[in-house]
C-alpha cells in the first residue's frame, strides 16, 4: 500500500483557513440571515422587557421557555410548511385564546394519562388544549395527590400526571396575564374602568343618595375589581417596569398595576400600551400594535436604558443559538477526523482542526455571552456546568493535539463537546437556563474559583477517560495497532490525569474554604464533597499505580475509563439523591441515561481488560488453519 502523497503547506494552509471561515460564517448566519417579513413588528415586541423567575428578561426569553417547557421545542409548527414563532404563539395565548386554544402543544406519551382523559393511545403524541379541558379537575385531583408521595416513590403515571398539570398550569397563566381568558378586551377595559372610577367614587360617598347611574358604576368598578385581582393572581409574568426612581421590586403585572392606586404622574404608561397591543392584536391592526409597541419601548429606552443593551443582547443570542450550532460543528470535525485517519491525507487533517477551532470559538463565543448576561462567572447551575465541561475538554484536546499530533486528542474534546452540550439541551427544556442564584452559591469569587476550577477537573477527567475509550477500541478492534501511536495515546491520557489531578485537588480545597465562610465547617462529607474527594483519589490512584509500577498500559488505560463512572456520579448522581446541601438539581427522567452511562463505561473496562481482539479471536484461528 502507498503512502498518500502529503500535500503542499500552502494549500493545507488554504484549507484550514478556508474551511475555518465557512464554519464560522455558518454558525453565524442566523444572525446576519434576512428575518422573515411580517406585518406586525414581532421583533420589536420580543426585545421588551417583563420580570419573571426574579429577572428581567426579554419577552423573547420568556417566550421561548414556556414554548420549551410546554411543547419542547422553540417553534410551533402548524404543518403546510407555516411555522409560529415563540413569540407569535405567546401573543396568540394572551390576546387570541380561542386561537390558542386548538395549538397542539402538549405532549402526552404515558397510556395511563391518555386514559384519565378519555383519549385512546395512539400515533398522536401531542394534544390541544380544548381536548384536555374536560378533563382539567381530574388532571389537577390525580396531580395533587401525586405530589403527597416522594419523588422518588411516583409511579410513572404520577410522574407524568404532575407534569402535565404544570404544563397547564403555566399556560393557563400566559392566557390570564394581560386579560381574562376569552373574557373581554383588556383595551376597552381600561377604558371602562378611567371611566366609572370618578362615577363609583362620587356614589360612594353620597351614600344612600347615589343616582342609579353612580350605584351601575360602583357594580361595574366591583366587577373590574375582581378581574384584576384574578389577573395579578394568575399572571405568568410581571410586564409593567418601575417607575423613574423606583427600585427593582416595583415590577408589577397588568393586574397589579390596575389595583395600585396612580401617582400624580397618572396610571402606569406600560398599562395603556399592553392593553392597545392586545386590542390590535386581536383586531389584526399592525399599524396600532407597531404605535402601542414604540411608544412602550422609547419609554422603556428613557427610563430604564441599562435593560436596552442586555435585553437586545439576549434576544440575539437566543436566536444564534451558539451551542446548537457548536453541536453540529463538533459532529462535522469528529466525521473529518474519521476520514482522516482512513486517509492520512494533510488536507483533510487540516479540515478537521479547523472544524474543531470553530467549534471551539463558537462554543467560547456562547460562554461568553452567557457570562455578560448573567453577570456571573460561566458555572452557576447544572445547565452551565454541562456547557463549561464541555468547552474546557474540547479546549483542553486542542492543546494537546499541538504535542500529540493524532488526533486523538481533539477527536475526544469533539465527542465530549457534543455530548455535554447534548445534555445541556435537555436540561434547558427545565426551564429558564439563566435563573436567578440560589443563595449559597450568590458569591462571583467562589463561582470563578471554587466551581470553574473542580469543574475544569471534571472536564480533564472525562477527557482522559476519552482517550482511554480509543485506546480500548483500538485494542478490540484494530488487527495491528500502530505500536508508537499506543505509547503517544497512553502518553497523553497519563498527562490528562496529571492535569484533572490538579485542577481537582485545588478545586475541592477551594471548596472546603467557601464550606468553612458559608455553613461554619470545611468538610461536613457531604454527597457532592465526597465525589469531588472521589474524583481527587482516582486520579491520584491511576498516577501512583503508573509511577510504583503497579498497573501499567492496560491498567492505567482501563482505569481512565473508570474514572468516568465516577466522575459522571460526583457530577450528576449526587443531584439525584435528595439530600445534601448540594442537591440542586434532580431530575427522574436522568437517573435512566446516567444508569446506562455508567453500565456503557463498565462494559468498555471488561473489553479493555480482555485480550486483544477478544470478538475476533475464533474467526483468526480459523484462518489461519
Not at 475538554?393 to 499541538?402: S, V
Request: net charge positive; glycine share 8%.
Amino acid at each position: 500500500m502507498t503512502k498518500p502523497k502529503k500535500a503542499s503547506k500552502a494549500l493545507v494552509r488554504r484549507i484550514f483557513w478556508g474551511t475555518l471561515a465557512l464554519a464560522l460564517f455558518g454558525a453565524a448566519w442566523p444572525l446576519i440571515a434576512p428575518a422573515p417579513r411580517t406585518k406586525f413588528p414581532i421583533a420589536e415586541f420580543s426585545r421588551l422587557p417583563v420580570l419573571e423567575g426574579g429577572r428581567v428578561k426579554p419577552v423573547d426569553s420568556f417566550a421561548r421557555n414556556s414554548l420549551l417547557l410546554i411543547r419542547g421545542t422553540q417553534t410551533l409548527p402548524l404543518g403546510h410548511g407555516r411555522t409560529l414563532s415563540a413569540t407569535q404563539w405567546l401573543l396568540d395565548a394572551m390576546f387570541k385564546p380561542e386561537t390558542a386554544d386548538t395549538y397542539e402543544i402538549f405532549t402526552i406519551d404515558d397510556p395511563d394519562v391518555l386514559g384519565l382523559i378519555g383519549l385512546e393511545p395512539g400515533r398522536q403524541r401531542r394534544y390541544a388544549y380544548w381536548k384536555l379541558q374536560a378533563s382539567r379537575d381530574e388532571i389537577d385531583k390525580q396531580a395533587q395527590s401525586a405530589e403527597r408521595i416522594p419523588s422518588e416513590k411516583r409511579s410513572r403515571f404520577q410522574s407524568a400526571v404532575i407534569n402535565l398539570a404544570s404544563r397547564l398550569n403555566l399556560y393557563e397563566q400566559i392566557k390570564n396575564t394581560i386579560m381574562v381568558s376569552g373574557d373581554g378586551n383588556p383595551a376597552s377595559e381600561l377604558r371602562l374602568f378611567e371611566q366609572v372610577v370618578p362615577e363609583a367614587v362620587r356614589a360612594a360617598h353620597s351614600g344612600r343618595g347615589a343616582t342609579a347611574r353612580g350605584k351601575a358604576a360602583m357594580k361595574a368598578l366591583a366587577q373590574l375589581l375582581e378581574r384584576y385581582q384574578f389577573l395579578a393572581k394568575a399572571a405568568a409574568f410581571r410586564c409593567l417596569p418601575p417607575r423613574s426612581g423606583q427600585g427593582v421590586g416595583a415590577w408589577a403585572s397588568f393586574g397589579e398595576g390596575m389595583l395600585t392606586p396612580p401617582p400624580d404622574s397618572g396610571p402606569h404608561p406600560g398599562l395603556a400600551d399592553w392593553a392597545l397591543m392586545g386590542d390590535a392584536w386581536r383586531r389584526s391592526d399592525p399599524a396600532a400594535f407597531r404605535s402601542a409597541v414604540s411608544d412602550l419601548t422609547a419609554w422603556v429606552q428613557r427610563v430604564h436604558p441599562e435593560y436596552v443593551s442586555k435585553l437586545d443582547s439576549e434576544v440575539e443570542f437566543n436566536e444564534a443559538q451558539p451551542f446548537v450550532s457548536g453541536m453540529a460543528l463538533y459532529v462535522l470535525a469528529l466525521l473529518a477526523i474519521f476520514v482522516w485517519w482512513g486517509t492520512l491525507r494533510d488536507e483533510v487533517r487540516a479540515a478537521a482542526v479547523a472544524l474543531t477551532g470553530a467549534a471551539v470559538l463558537v462554543h467560547t463565543a456562547g460562554l461568553l455571552a452567557r457570562i455578560w448576561l448573567q453577570g456571573r462567572p460561566p458555572v452557576t447551575n447544572l445547565y452551565s456546568s454541562a456547557v463549561f465541561v464541555g468547552w474546557a475538554a474540547a479546549l483542553l484536546g486542542l492543546a494537546a493535539e499541538r504535542i500529540h499530533k493524532k488526533g486523538f486528542a481533539i477527536a475526544g474534546g469533539c465527542l465530549l463537546g457534543f455530548c455535554t452540550l447534548v445534555i445541556a439541551q435537555h436540561l434547558s427544556a427545565s426551564g429558564d437556563t439563566m435563573e436567578m442564584m440560589r443563595a449559597v452559591l450568590d458569591s462571583n469569587f467562589w463561582l470563578a474559583t471554587h466551581v470553574v476550577t473542580v469543574t475544569i477537573g471534571y472536564a480533564s477527567t472525562f477527557l482522559a477517560g476519552a482517550l482511554g475509550i480509543a485506546w480500548v477500541l483500538r485494542r478490540q478492534l484494530l488487527k495491528n495497532p500502530d505500536p508508537a501511536t499506543t505509547r503517544d495515546l497512553v502518553a497523553l491520557a497519563y498527562g490528562v490525569v496529571a492535569f484533572a489531578l490538579l485542577f481537582s485537588f485545588i478545586g475541592t480545597t477551594l471548596g472546603g474554604i467557601w464550606a468553612d465562610q458559608s455553613w461554619g465547617r470545611f468538610w461536613g462529607w457531604d454527597p457532592k464533597e465526597n465525589g469531588a474527594l472521589l474524583i481527587v483519589l482516582w486520579n491520584a490512584i491511576i498516577l501512583h499505580a503508573r509511577f510504583s509500577g503497579v498497573a501499567r498500559e492496560r491498567g492505567i488505560m482501563t482505569m481512565t475509563v473508570f474514572g468516568n463512572v465516577v466522575t459522571a456520579l460526583s457530577w450528576f448522581g449526587v443531584n439525584m439523591l435528595g439530600i445534601g446541601l448540594h442537591s440542586y438539581g434532580f431530575m427522574q427522567k436522568a437517573f435512566y441515561w446516567l444508569t446506562l452511562f455508567c453500565a456503557s463505561q463498565l462494559v468498555l473496562v471488561v473489553l479493555g481488560l480482555l485480550p486483544p481482539r477478544w470478538f475476533f479471536a475464533d474467526d483468526e484461528d480459523e484462518a489461519a488453519a
